[in-house]
């Protein structure tokens, strides 16, 4: 079955310093990984997704991810936050079928 | 906590029938509900925000009156997808506000014949 997990509710940076979002997933099969923002009482925004290829994968706003196979892993990373990156992240994972699971979402702080 | 659910969890309908997706907060109440569509290897699509006690905003591109949404209660709200055809077949998956978190329902799959 799959399955994604986001370790950290809450993840607080300074700004201007780099940032990590972690995910971790488990799927039988080839995964198909996103990551999503959503913004107070809005729907998710698509930020990027890893389908095949390169393991960066960069994204809107900056936002780029890296796969790790070895690791199941696909964090979340930004070289440089903005405070208007505060926001809720959610990583979910696909197995190439339609049906996609969420992790529980991380919140992100970014301070001035 | 926090217990989104949708029934039914996969349905199979001909073509020209009309499909009922209820998505429910099970242990919280839920003013704002989403519901979003899945396509395979690609990203989640939103297709309208559904408040309690007033009209679904949609999103672009996406037929009101193909995908009725009515948000009833707080507990509470169901996507019909009038006239479906083949194309509608898809991943549904709903989710519910609340204290500025989704909570997301485990998806509905149709399929249309």
């Known amino acids: 079955a799959q399955s994604v997990a986001q370790p950290e509710d809450q993840v607080n940076v300074a700004e201007g310093n780099p940032l990590t979002v972690k995910c971790t997933y488990s799927?039988?099969?080839?995964?198909?990984l996103f990551w999503y923002v959503q913004y107070p009482n809005r729907g998710l925004q698509f930020l990027l997704k890893?389908?095949?290829?390169?393991?960066l994968v960069k994204g809107s706003y900056g936002f780029e991810a890296e796969f790790n196979k070895s690791q199941t892993s696909f964090h979340l990373k930004k070289p440089s936050a903005l405070v208007s990156d505060s926001a809720l992240y959610f990583c979910?994972?696909?197995?190439?079928?339609?049906?996609?699971?969420f992790g529980k979402g991380t919140r992100l702080h970014i301070l001035p | 906590g926090a217990v989104v659910s949708q029934h039914p969890s996969w349905v199979i309908c001909k073509s020209g029938t009309s499909v009922k997706i209820e998505c429910r907060s099970l242990?919280?109440?839920?003013?704002?509900m989403f519901w979003y569509r899945q396509f395979p290897k690609q990203s989640l699509m939103l297709m309208a925000t559904?408040?309690?006690?007033?009209?679904?905003?949609?999103e672009q591109g996406v037929e009101k009156d193909k995908f009725l949404i009515n948000h009833a209660s707080l507990t509470l709200s169901t996507l019909t997808v009038t006239s479906a055809h083949p194309e509608d077949s898809s991943f549904y998956i709903c989710?519910?506000?609340?204290?500025?978190?989704?909570?997301f329902g485990p998806g509905t799959r149709l399929t249309v014949l």
């Open positions: 979910a994972v696909s197995d190439g079928d339609d049906k996609i699971i």
């Open positions: 242990d919280f109440q839920a003013t704002t």
């Open positions: 559904s408040n309690e006690g007033s009209k679904a905003t949609y």
């Open positions: 799927v039988s099969g080839n995964p198909y």
């Open positions: 890893y389908i095949t290829g390169d393991n």
């Open positions: 989710s519910a506000l609340a204290a500025d978190t989704q909570y």
